[in-house]
C-alpha cells in the first residue's frame, strides 16, 4: 500500500493515540504534520518536534505554510470538527474525523457542501462501523436474513468522575465561548457509538444510515456541567423502526452496552459484560448464530480509512452514515432548553474505580434505569419517579 501523506489535527487526548501509531510506523501513512494549540503540554507535540514533524497552533497556520498532505486526521474537540473538515478539503484533502461528525445539522450541511464541491470524502470514526462482523451483519439484516426490524434497544452506563472535565472545558458544553455548538453529553460523545450503532445496522450495506423522523426524549444532570449527563431517548425511523438508547454518567457503577435488537424472525442480543466478543443471534425455530469476533479494535477504523483511499472503495462509516446520529442529537437539544437536575437527595459522592477521581452519582439510578431498558419506557412513563420528566415529541431538522 502506498504511504498516504498525513496531517494530525489533534495531538494530545484521543489523538495522543493516533499518534504514537503513526510515529511507529504501525499504519501506512506518514506523518508531515501536526496541529496543537497547547502542545508545550502535549508529549506527542514534542515527539513530533524531535523528529523534524512541524507542530501548528491551528489549521490556518498549516495551510499557509505550504505542507502538502492527503488526508487529515481529525481529533480536536467537537466544535472545531467542521471548520477543519472543510478547510481541508476545500483543499483537496480526504477527512479522517473522530466521532461524532460535528455539533449540530448546519456544520454537518457545510461539511457535506464541502465535500461534494470538492470531490475529496469525509469518514468518521465510530468504531463498531468499522468491525468487520458488523459490517457482515448490517448486510444480513440488509438483506432480509433476520426479517423485518421492528424495535431495537441498546443501555450503557459508564460514570464518569470529575477528571473527565477537568481541563476540558468543551466536555459537558452546549456552545463554546465564541456560540459554535458542542453539545456534548453520553449522547454525542461518550457513549455515542451504540445510539449510532442501531441507526447504521438498520442503514443497509455500505455507508448509511438509517434516517429518524420522530424523537422522543427525557434529560437529566447530575454534575455541575451545562449540558446533560444523563438521557432516555425513543426514535422513530422513516419506516417505522422503533429505536430506544439509554445513557448515563452518572450512575455508581459500570454497565453495558448491553442491546437488544428484535425482528420479525430473529432477536438479536449483546452484552458487554456477559460476552464481549460476540453478538448472538436467536432465531424464531429456537437456532442460534454468532457475529464476531467483536475485537473493540481502535485501531482498525484509520487503517481501514487509508485502505479505501488507496482502493477508491466506500468508506465503512462515511458522512451519510454519520447523518442521523447528529440530527437526533441536535433534535434532544433543541427541546432540552431546561434540563432537570436530580433532587439533591439522591445525589451522592464516591469514587471512580476506573481513574480514582470524585464521582458524582445518583442512589439507584442504575436500577431505574435498567428497568426502564427492560419495560422499553422513558423514566416519566414509569410513574412513581417524582423527578422525571414529561416526555416531548418532535421531528429532527431535515439536511
Not at 364 to 386: K, Q, V
Request: charged residues 25%; contains cysteine; hydrophobic residues 40%.
Amino acid at each position: 500500500m502506498t504511504r498516504a501523506s498525513i496531517v494530525l489535527a489533534g495531538l494530545g487526548g484521543y489523538g495522543s493515540g493516533y499518534a504514537e501509531r503513526l510515529l511507529a510506523g504501525a499504519t501506512p501513512a506518514v506523518p508531515v504534520a501536526g496541529i496543537e494549540p497547547d502542545s508545550e503540554n502535549v508529549p506527542a507535540a514534542a515527539e513530533f518536534a524531535e523528529r523534524g514533524i512541524p507542530v501548528f497552533p491551528d489549521f490556518d497556520a498549516f495551510l499557509a505554510s505550504g505542507i502538502k498532505a492527503d488526508a487529515v486526521v481529525v481529533s480536536t474537540p467537537i466544535h472545531t470538527h467542521a471548520e477543519i473538515a472543510v478547510a481541508a478539503l476545500d483543499s483537496g484533502m480526504d477527512v479522517f474525523c473522530e466521532k461524532p461528525l460535528a455539533g449540530c445539522a448546519s456544520d454537518v450541511a457545510a461539511m457535506a457542501l464541502a465535500e461534494k464541491r470538492s470531490g475529496r470524502r469525509v469518514a468518521v470514526g465510530f468504531q463498531w462501523s468499522h468491525e468487520p462482523c458488523v459490517i457482515r451483519m448490517a448486510g444480513d439484516i440488509a438483506d432480509g436474513r433476520f426479517g423485518s426490524p421492528k424495535r431495537l434497544k441498546t443501555i450503557a452506563l459508564h460514570p464518569r468522575s470529575a477528571r473527565y472535565y477537568s481541563g476540558r472545558p468543551w466536555r459537558g458544553a452546549i456552545r463554546s465561548s465564541d456560540g459554535r455548538s458542542i453539545n456534548e453529553s453520553p449522547l454525542s460523545n461518550a457513549l455515542a457509538h451504540y445510539l449510532h450503532h442501531m441507526l447504521y445496522i438498520l442503514g443497509g450495506r455500505g455507508d448509511s444510515a438509517a434516517n429518524v423522523s420522530e424523537v422522543l426524549s427525557e434529560v437529566y444532570r447530575a454534575k455541575a456541567i451545562e449540558n446533560f449527563d444523563t438521557c432516555a431517548v425513543r426514535c422513530l425511523t422513516d419506516s417505522g423502526t422503533e429505536v430506544l438508547f439509554i445513557a448515563s454518567l452518572s450512575t455508581k457503577g459500570y454497565r453495558g452496552p448491553v442491546c437488544e435488537f428484535e425482528f420479525d424472525k430473529a432477536t438479536v442480543f449483546f452484552d458487554y459484560d456477559d460476552a464481549p466478543e460476540r453478538f448472538l443471534v436467536r432465531f424464531d425455530d429456537g437456532s442460534e448464530e454468532t457475529y464476531g469476533p467483536l475485537e473493540h479494535d481502535s485501531a482498525r477504523k484509520l487503517d481501514m480509512f487509508l485502505e479505501a483511499l488507496e482502493s477508491g472503495a466506500p468508506f465503512s462509516c462515511g458522512l451519510r452514515a454519520a447523518t442521523p446520529h447528529v440530527q437526533c442529537v441536535e433534535a434532544v437539544r433543541r427541546e432540552s432548553e431546561e434540563i432537570p437536575d436530580f433532587p439533591t437527595e439522591i445525589s451522592r459522592i464516591g469514587v471512580d474505580p476506573w481513574d480514582g477521581g470524585e464521582l458524582t452519582y445518583i442512589e439507584g439510578l442504575d436500577t431505574i434505569l435498567f428497568d426502564c431498558y427492560e419495560r422499553w419506557a422513558l423514566p416519566s412513563e414509569l410513574g412513581g419517579l417524582e423527578w422525571a420528566a414529561e416526555t416531548r415529541k418532535w421531528g429532527p431538522p431535515c439536511l
